[in-house]
């Protein structure tokens, strides 16, 4: 069955540090894959997506995301936190053997150090 | 105004009542979604709607039924409320399959 792993339950880093949060899917085709930000109180939004073509793909805020399917990882980066990007963070698989809902990560909780 | 709007955004109710959440669209969306988030657990599929005319289950329908009035609207209801499914639940829409989804804000229920 189609999953999505993320390794990191809650992250810490300083504002102005890099970051890092990894993913990890469980799937037998080739995928299509997003990030989702989820700020408190908020629902969710649209971070980045992957669908083919260039492994590297730009989003909005200033992150990124890498697709390496030797791996079977779609981690998720920024060069430089700012303490606005304190909320949880979702990765998620399209499972096109059924009918391509979602499937998401157990999430990530983003904690930025002043 | 959002273009995915749930109501209520929270409510709380007894154990054994009936409670019905509701979600409607302006972004001309067929297929809907309903999701419910726990801490540690993201986000799990409940049902979901691939247009009026098809509804399917999700990984944890047990104890929830839908119902789709209208491309619109898409309602999840909990027939007899118990305290496990106090949950943050959430409402989402796309265009078509491997599309991106996207959300309301959410409806907060907890079950006493």
């Known amino acids: 069955a189609q999953s999505v792993t993320q390794p990191d339950i809650h992250i810490t880093v300083s504002e102005g540090a890099s970051l890092e949060l990894r993913c990890n899917y469980s799937?037998?085709?080739?995928?299509?894959l997003f990030w989702y930000v989820q700020s408190p109180g908020q629902g969710l939004q649209l971070l980045l997506k992957y669908f083919s073509g260039d492994t590297l793909v730009q989003g909005i805020k200033g992150f990124e995301a890498e697709f390496k399917r030797s791996q079977s990882s779609f981690n998720l980066r920024k060069p430089s936190v700012h303490w606005s990007d304190a909320a949880e963070y979702f990765c998620a698989v399209g499972d096109y053997n059924q009918g391509g809902k979602l499937i998401f990560g157990q999430g990530t909780e983003l904690s930025v150090k002043p | 105004d959002a273009d995915v709007t749930q109501t209520p955004r929270n409510r709380i109710t007894k154990t054994g009542k009936r409670i019905m959440l509701e979600c409607s669209q302006t972004?001309?969306?067929?297929?809907m979604y309903w999701y419910r988030q726990d801490p540690g657990l993201g986000l799990r599929l409940i049902y979901y709607?691939?247009?009026?005319?098809?509804?399917n289950k999700g990984e944890i329908s047990d104890g929830y039924s839908v119902s789709r009035q209208a491309q619109a609207k898409f309602s999840l209801s909990l027939e007899s409320a118990i305290p496990n499914q106090t949950a943050l639940y959430f409402c989402?829409?796309?265009?078509?399959?491997?599309?991106?989804?996207?959300f309301g804000q959410g409806t907060r229920l907890t079950v006493v």
């Open positions: 989402a829409t796309s265009t078509g399959p491997n599309t991106e989804a996207f």
């Open positions: 972004k001309g969306h067929d297929r």
């Open positions: 709607s691939f247009d009026v005319k098809d509804i």
């Open positions: 799937y037998g085709a080739t995928p299509y």
